[in-house]
């Protein structure tokens, strides 16, 4: 039947059915989220359970693994720290810790109370039963230290009706250098609130946040002891630093944090980067073109941007100006722990004789220029070296210099190799023929240096605008372990 304002009753009834598949889909989804939490919180409860009993050294594979050492005691020993909407603790830390462990206690009792409801107070005096946070006077009357943890390491500890969570924190969070920052307790504080409590941080933001209801909250007895797997770790371009007109990035720093990783909006541990250019400027090799790569026919090659100069590397006098420039730019910059001495972009280099007898077959029968480049780095690195011995200087084996050379050369010890294997950027890993020779590679990289650091592009676009690539997690599962078993010191992604 038809009428003024009435739609067709077959419409009518076609808007029936789609609101009732809307309703079902939604309490399907509602559902599923529930069960969901559900069974992940009884993995993260008998996962951790599990992996304390088993006494033993576990790598955690999720953004950047962490290495641990745990144990179980008695379950009937476990600490009630909510029981029935009531508890009697607190979070104790001394009133001169680092703000990173004043942070420590916030988070903890803010995910307590969204958990449980209770709040538990935060004081810098001692009072048990209590969370005790940092390496203090309390935690030393207990027989704990950090003394033997690496940056970021941490322990989770309980003794009597105390859990005790210490680590290796940079004073005051006053580093020595750029982005050396040590912040083991706060990691600590997260590796409890993960584990124990259940939460979990799967994207930046109040929506990323999962924390799941408790009416009771114990600990078991634990004795836990993590460090990083990879010393130097950091993820890139995920929208962590202002660009532009970019929103705060606060929250993507706060979630990275909450995994247990660095910002590198605080710095970076080393600088990288294509750096040729940094050191010596257009009037320099104007004046001695002699330093510039020479072509084919024997004539120095000029470029249209200072970014895209080559040297010619086998060039002593080149060599020390370079170098000299380098130490010029520490002595201005005594708060940087290094700088990158890498070639500019791309692979076109000096064709001199002298170079080009340097240059060897790469596995797929290619020029690899790698024992040119690392010659330079070495002897650019031993000049540096001279003036500033506690300084690190990066150099990336990239581009037609990723392979390493099929002769052993030895590394100066202030020399950091840059791996940014441009053949597996983005999805190349998946390609067999790269898959297939990536843990020989690296095992041939890192017998000549531990001073290795592992750099990809595994989100790999032309520019920052363009469809998301997801994680993957079949390349990170190859990456990740085979990084670990050869003893590679750093690890950075570009994009996730």
Avoid at 85 to 108: M, N, Q
Avoid at 221 to 239: E, G, N
Avoid at 258 to 283: C, F, I, V
Avoid at 455 to 464: A, C, G, L, P, Q
Wanted: with cysteine; aromatic share 10%.
């Amino acid at each position: 039947m038809k009428g003024p304002g009435r739609l067709p009753d077959a419409l009518s009834n076609r808007e029936v059915r789609l609101t009732r598949i809307v309703l079902v889909v939604v309490l399907v989804l509602v559902v599923g989220r529930h069960n969901a939490r559900v069974r992940v919180r009884r993995r993260v409860r008998g996962r951790f359970s599990r992996e304390l009993a088993m006494h033993r050294r576990l790598p955690f594979l999720m953004t950047f693994g962490f290495v641990a050492t745990l144990a179980l005691g008695d379950a009937d020993a476990a600490l009630r720290l909510v029981a029935d909407g009531k508890s009697a603790y607190g979070v104790y830390h001394s009133p001169d810790a680092p703000e990173s462990v004043k942070l420590a206690a916030r988070e903890i009792q803010r995910v307590i109370k969204v958990s449980t409801g209770v709040e538990l107070p935060i004081a810098d005096t001692p009072r048990e039963p209590m969370i005790c946070l940092g390496e203090n006077a309390e935690a030393k009357k207990a027989g704990l230290t950090a003394d033997s943890l690496p940056d970021d390491g941490f322990r989770l500890v309980t003794k009597g009706s105390n859990l005790y969570i210490l680590g290796k924190d940079t004073p005051a969070d006053k580093p020595t250098w750029v982005a050396w920052i040590s912040r083991g307790t706060l990691f600590g504080a997260y590796e409890f609130l993960e584990s124990v409590v259940g939460a979990r941080w799967l994207m930046p933001g109040e929506w990323g946040e999962d924390v799941p209801r408790h009416t009771t909250l114990s600990v078991p007895d634990l004795s836990v002891a993590k460090s990083p797997d990879f010393q130097i770790r950091s993820l890139v371009d995920i929208q962590d630093r202002k660009r532009g007109s970019d929103p705060n990035p606060q929250k993507t720093v706060e979630w990275l944090r909450r995994n247990k990783m660095p910002s590198t909006s605080e710095g970076r541990k080393l600088n990288l980067g294509h750096a040729w250019d940094q050191y010596l400027k257009p009037e320099d090799w104007e004046a001695h073109k002699d330093y510039l790569a020479m072509s084919a026919d024997g004539k120095p090659r000029m470029f249209a941007k200072a970014a895209y100069v080559k040297f010619c590397t086998s060039n002593p006098a080149l060599v020390n100006a370079f170098a000299q420039g380098v130490i010029r730019w520490l002595d201005e910059r005594p708060q940087m722990r290094g700088a990158s001495i890498s070639p500019s972009d791309g692979g076109d280099f000096c064709q001199c004789s002298n170079c080009q007898a340097l240059v060897t077959p790469d596995p797929h029968g290619k020029p690899s220029y790698t024992p040119v480049i690392l010659r330079f780095a070495n002897d650019v690195a031993r000049i540096v070296g001279k003036k500033h011995p506690d300084r690190m200087l990066a150099c990336y084996v990239y581009y037609n210099y990723m392979y390493p050379p099929d002769k052993p050369v030895a590394i100066e010890p202030n020399l950091y190799l840059v791996w940014a294997p441009l053949n597996y950027y983005g999805w190349g890993l998946q390609k067999p023929v790269y898959r297939e020779e990536f843990p020989s590679i690296v095992k041939g990289w890192t017998a000549l240096t531990r001073n290795f650091f592992y750099h990809n592009y595994s989100t790999w676009m032309r520019s920052f605008n363009g469809a998301p690539l997801p994680p993957g997690f079949d390349i990170l599962k190859l990456e990740l372990p085979t990084l670990r078993k050869h003893g590679v010191q750093a690890a950075e992604m570009v994009g996730i």
